[in-house]
C-alpha cells in the first residue's frame, strides 16, 4: 500500500550516518521503489511511526515524492521498533561502530535482560555485547568520541580523560612531600636544576623510550625522541649533582646505549665496563605483520658513576644479567613500569639505608617505592598529571603503613 510520505514520523534512528546512497537513490529514480519501507500504526492516529528503510525513506523525499510503498504493522512497541531496527542494520558493514553500540546496548536496556541473554538475541559475542554497553555509556558522556575511527580508541581516550580527572583530584587532595619521599608534578630538567651540587647518593632512572612504539617488539627502537633527548641534556646535571663514587643506572633502548655511554663519559662521568642487562624471562609477543623475527625480552642499563665508583655493597660481584619477569598487565599503574624486586635489588647495591636515590621520570613511582621499602630517602620528577596522582596515592598508602623514621 502507498501512504502519504508526510504522514510518517521518522523518530529517533541509532543510524545516523546513511552512508552512500548515490546507487540507491538512482536506482530509485530509474526504476522507482522495488522494496517497500516498514511502518507502525499509532492507535488512534493517522500517523504512522518508522521502523524500517530509513535510507529508500530520505531518498524519496529528496526526490520530491508524496508517497511512498509501505507494509504496515499495527501498534509496534518500542522495543519492537528497536529489535527491527536491529535486525535490519546490525549486519550492515557501512553501519558504524558508534550506532551498533548505542543500538545493542538501547535493546539491551529495553528488555531489561542479563547481557547473556541479550547476546544469545542479537547472535554476538558475550564479550562484544559487553563493550557494546560500556562503549554506549562513554559516548553518552562524551559524544565527541563518537569521531574516533574504532571504538577500542574511543575506551583509551576515554579512560586516560578519567586518569587526568583521577590525577588531578588526587594532586589536590594529598601532599607531595613525606619524610622519606619527595616527588614533584615538573619536567626533569625542572627538578634536575632544583637540586644543589654532590646531593644525590644515586640516580635510578627510566627514561620513557619506546611508550609510543605500534607493539611491544619495537619498544627498543628509536621512539620517543623527546625522551631521549631530555636523557642527554641531564646527563650533565648528573656529573654535578651526584656526590663522588655514586652511580647512575639509567634503563635505556638498545639503539641508544652507545651514544648515552659516550655522551655520559664526555661528561666526565666513568662508564661502567659493561651493560646491565634486564632479562624478562619471555619474549615480547611478535608483530601480526610478521612472526618471523627475533623477539626482544631485555631492556639494558647504562652504569656510569662520578670518579671511581664505589665498589658494590653487601656483595663481592654481581653478574651483569638480571633475570626479574615484569609486572603483570593487570596490576601495572604505569604501562612501562619495571618491577619492584629489581629496584630494591639496584638500590641495595649501590646505596645504605638513609641515603638519597633520585629519579627523573618517576612514572608511577616505582623507584621511590623501591627506596621507601629499603630504608633510603627519594626524590622525583614527573610531568604527567595522572600518572603523578596515582603516583601520590602508592606512595600516601605505603607511607600510612610504616613508620616514617629514616635512618640518619
Known sequence: MKILIASIEIGHRFREDLGNVTELAESMQKFGQLQPIVVSTRPDSSMYDLVAGGRRLYIAINLGWNEIDC??????????IREIELEENIQRKDMTWSERAKLVAELHRLRGNTMRATSNQ?????????EDIQIAQVLEAMPELANLPSARQALRAYHTMERVILGQSLIAAQPAVSALWDLRLCAAQTLADSLADDSVDMILTAPPFGVDAPNTTTANAAYDTDSLDDTISLIPHFARILKPGACAYIFCADLHYGALRAIAANANLV?????IVWDKGSPASPPSTDKRVW???HELILVVSKGPSRTLLNQTSLG???????PAPSTRVH????PQDLLRRLINVSSVPGETICDFFAGSASTLL???????RSIGAEINPAHYGLAIARLQKLTASIKEEPTE
Open 71 to 80: 507494509v504496515t504493522l499495527d501498534s509496534l512497541t518500542e522495543l519492537q
Open 320 to 326: 651483569s644479567v638480571l633475570r626479574y619477569a615484569p
Open 122 to 130: 542479537v547472535g554476538r559475542a558475550l564479550a562484544s555485547i559487553h
Open 295 to 297: 623477539l626482544g625480552q
Open 271 to 275: 662508564p661502567a665496563s659493561t651493560a
Open 335 to 338: 604501562p612501562m613500569e619495571r
Open 370 to 376: 623501591a627506596a621507601t621499602l629499603a630504608g633510603r
